[in-house]
């Protein structure tokens, strides 16, 4: 099958060091699977074999911005799988990163794939900063309650 010039539906498990890719045909059959460690280089290599403008599906889990940024540069038409609503991959009696991303690309191939908005790099930052303020929010709610309580055990009142 490494001869396929068709369209390909291209599943990724993304794991925070490794990864899974399995290339699958527009009739669902399986090209190959592949195993990588997470960088740059090692996606847009793998991605190549995919031939031109493959439609590639990962999951909206930890760390997912880079590979999606990798992904479109190297011109694929990238889609994120919506985490609640392929939540019911973990009922499966055989659950392993191969299966996970060949039940991926079989979701959007089948057009079948609930999906997540891919926020633009732009959008992507202002979220950032918004989720660091509110971290630095709680902590500094956190702190003051902790010197509230100190003073009040002394009986000193603010």
Same mark, same amino acid.
């Given at each position: 099958?490494? @001869?396929y010039?068709?369209?390909?539906?291209v599943g990724?498990?993304?794991?925070?060091q490794?990864?899974?890719i399995?290339r699958?045909?527009? %009739?669902g059959?399986?090209?190959?699977v592949?195993r990588?460690?997470n960088d740059?280089?090692s996606?847009?290599l793998?991605?190549e074999k995919?031939?031109e403008?493959?439609?590639?599906?990962l999951?909206?889990t $930890?760390?997912? $911005?880079?590979?999606?940024?990798?992904?479109?540069?190297?011109?694929?038409?990238?889609?994120?799988?919506?985490?609640?609503?392929v939540?019911?991959? #973990? $009922? #499966?009696r055989?659950k392993?990163?191969?299966?996970?991303?060949?039940d991926l690309?079989?979701?959007?191939?089948?057009?079948?794939?609930? @999906?997540?908005?891919i926020a633009?790099?732009?959008?992507?930052?202002?979220?950032e900063?918004?989720r $660091? #303020?509110a971290k630095?929010?709680?902590?500094? %709610?956190?702190?003051k309650?902790?010197?509230? %309580?100190?003073?009040?055990?002394a009986?000193?009142l603010?």
């Amino acid at each position: 099958m490494s @001869e396929y010039d068709g369209k390909q539906f291209v599943g990724i498990d993304l794991h925070r060091q490794r990864s899974v890719i399995v290339r699958q045909t527009d %009739s669902g059959e399986q090209l190959a699977v592949t195993r990588i460690v997470n960088d740059p280089a090692s996606l847009a290599l793998q991605l190549e074999k995919a031939g031109e403008h493959p439609e590639v599906v990962l999951e909206a889990t $930890y760390g997912w $911005y880079w590979a999606a940024d990798t992904l479109q540069a190297a011109g694929a038409s990238v889609h994120l799988a919506h985490p609640l609503g392929v939540k019911g991959f #973990r $009922y #499966r009696r055989v659950k392993n990163d191969v299966r996970d991303a060949r039940d991926l690309a079989d979701l959007l191939r089948m057009n079948r794939l609930p @999906e997540a908005w891919i926020a633009p790099p732009p959008t992507r930052e202002l979220w950032e900063l918004v989720r $660091y #303020r509110a971290k630095l929010v709680a902590l500094r %709610s956190g702190l003051k309650a902790q010197v509230h %309580s100190v003073l009040a055990k002394a009986g000193v009142l603010i």
